[in-house]
Nanobody, 123 residues
Framework: QVQLVESGGDSVQAGGSLRLSCEVS????????MGWFRQAPGKGREWVAS????????YYIDSVKGRFAISQDNAKNTLYLQMNSLKPEDTAMYYC????????????????WGRGTQVTVSS
């Protein structure tokens, strides 16, 4: 089973930046995809971004395009989410997840989850 540990969440003002990290360990086969999701209080979990681990193709929800960037460092077994121009509506618990199937842009099929890291953006 893959273990995922998120870090980097913080409280920032609107317009600020954060970089989230997700350390991955305990896997036998590399996931086909890695993704970031978020969930605000009282709302459902929302897909944010994904990356194909072989080749590095990236996918984003429309509301974060141009502001967020997903990346990976295979030497460190770490996934990142660079978040710029943060808005109050970005406030949520952010989770990383792994998928062992194709179609990284499809939020279905992400079966392994981290515990989350809190991002709070104030106006």
């Amino acid at each position: 089973q893959v273990q995922l540990v998120e870090s980097g969440g913080d409280s920032v003002q609107a317009g600020g930046s954060l970089r989230l990290s997700c350390e991955v360990s305990g896997y036998t086969a590399s996931p086909y995809c890695m993704g970031w999701f978020r969930q605000a209080p009282g709302k459902g979990r929302e897909w944010v971004a994904s990356i194909k681990t072989a080749g590095g193709s990236t996918y984003y929800i429309d509301s974060v395009k141009g502001r967020f960037a997903i990346s990976q460092d295979n030497a460190k077994n770490t996934l990142y989410l660079q978040m710029n121009s943060l808005k109050p509506e970005d406030t949520a618990m952010y989770y990383c997840a792994a998928k062992f199937r194709v179609a990284c842009f499809n939020p279905e099929g992400y079966n392994d989850w981290g515990r989350g890291t809190q991002v709070t953006v104030s106006s």
